[in-house]
């Protein structure tokens, strides 16, 4: 990786209007990025960020080498040693420089990969997951998601659906140097908001959906604030991909209109709309799966393809759509996306479970909003009766404080019984969320208990079951950990507590 000095950076920051000043010298090569004090080294540039910044870190990273440091006004008027024999670069958005800073120090990445962004309430997930799915049919892709990171050589655990813009270049880099040409990742609303894909130019951009999550004082002040984050995505990508089944579509595309890049706009649709350029027809459910007619509307001719699902759900044809719509712009091979499709998988996503000796079904799902608990359950409902439906889940801590009252609104009504249990609740009081969610869901009329322990809340819905019920486990899928005040603890996933049961029973 190229090395650069500082006063590069200094620059290049002055060239956008970032910088305020600059304190010391700056002809010096910088080794290492960094807004962790933990990971500082030697000649590493460390960056003063977020509403958690304690000066005690500031400190910590100067014992440990630091030979610069990045901090905006608010926080350095804040300092109470300022003299710290540093250099320091002051600034006018902390997040922003990070941004530019990382892109810079990883060598501009984008440069030499197109990369697809894929936001939405429900499906980011899935949708990446088909995506890369299918252009591994061609070559090798990267993956940045809300499960897992793939930079062309390894997989690591996510922490967030969409990282902070270091470590964001940082895979970009290195899926670069493990010569990964395309890549796939989800774009959350709180990266777009909190400018985590700030100076990333998306080769394209998918809107999938958009419905009301993440309100609270923590991320999105109220549904606006929310959907004009969503909506930034259009204007940072060459290309766009729109689902026109969403009832916001139309916002989208006239974003994407007015984007500085005029970029190719590509719809489809789930509901067979004619007018878009993908398009479904003659859906039919399989006994494991599912099967459609894909439309490709072409200038000279009109593509049919049939293509076929291992993976349950009507709701998971549109990520399919999207991700052939994807596939389109990025010329790869029609019959790569069949291929690609038909044997996509999704970690934590509609993993089905069978107890025969029950006749019972069991499925662990992601599902953890308004619009994926509804989505999930008008599957559901074509087989199963309200009072044969089982359903584990929890809330949150410390962010969208809406579901507490909209989750348990719809258990209640479409439910026969639900456990309400732990679900990362971060520096909150467990016992004080699943008390609140508890007392929604009699509110609304539904019938359930608390039982604080997640697998124990698992095996007693199993256990609990007869025969042609159906148990759904939903918000966490394969993830191995609890979110709680002491930071990220291990949980064994809820795929291997049911894998668990069934190899022990």
Known sequence: MELRKLDYYVCELKKIGQIISVNGETDFNI????????????????????????????QEAILKGAAAYIIDENKYNSLSLKDLNITYILVKDIRKTMAIVANIFYNKPLDFIKLVGITGTKGKTTAAYFTKSILDKKEDSGLISGIDIYNGKTYEEAKLTTPESV??????????????????????????????????????GVYLNLGEDHISPFEHK?????????????????NVVINIDDKYADAFIQKA?????????????????????????????????????????????????????????????????????????????????????ENALVSGR??????????????????????????????????????????????????????????????????????????????????????????????????GEIVLDREKAILKAINSSKNGDIILILGKGREEFQKRKSGYEYYLSDVKVVENYIENK
């Open 31 to 58: 080794k290492n990025l960094t807004y962790n004090s933990k990971d500082v080294i030697k000649n590493t540039l460390f960056i003063c960020k977020g509403v958690n910044f304690n000066e005690d870190y500031l």
């Open 167 to 204: 470590e964001l270049f940082k895979y970009l880099y290195q899926m670069t140097e493990n010569n990964i040409n395309m890549s796939v990742m989800e774009v959350s609303s709180q990266a777009l908001k909190y400018d985590r894909v700030y100076d990333v130019e998306f080769f394209i």
């Open 222 to 238: 109220d549904f606006s604030d929310y959907m004009q984050s969503k909506l930034k995505l259009m204007s940072q990508s060459k």
């Open 257 to 341: 209109k007015e984007s500085r890049f005029k970029p190719k706009i590509v719809t489809f649709s789930r509901l067979g709309n004619t007018s878009a350029d993908i398009y479904c027809e003659n859906y039919e459910e399989l006994r494991s799966g599912q099967r459609f007619t894909l439309t490709v509307k072409r200038k000279s001719d009109i593509l049919k393809k049939q293509i076929t699902l291992k993976m349950g759900g009507v709701f998971n044809i549109t990520n399919a759509l999207a991700a052939c719509a994807v596939a389109d712009i990025l010329g790869v091979d029609t019959e790569k996306w069949s291929a690609g499709l």
């Open 350 to 447: 509609m993993e089905e479970y069978y107890l025969e000796e029950k006749n019972v079904k069991i499925v662990v799902d992601y599902a953890h909003n308004q619009m994926s608990f509804n989505s999930l359950l008008d599957s559901v409902y074509e087989k199963y009766k309200k009072e044969n439906i089982f359903m584990v889940y929890g809330c949150p801590g410390k962010k969208a404080f809406d579901r507490r009252e909209k989750l348990p609104k719809i258990s209640a009504e479409r439910v026969g019984f639900t456990y309400i249990t732990e679900e990362d609740p971060s520096s909150e009081s467990l016992i004080k969320i699943c008390d609140e969610v508890y007392d929604n869901l009699k509110k609304f009329g539904g019938n």
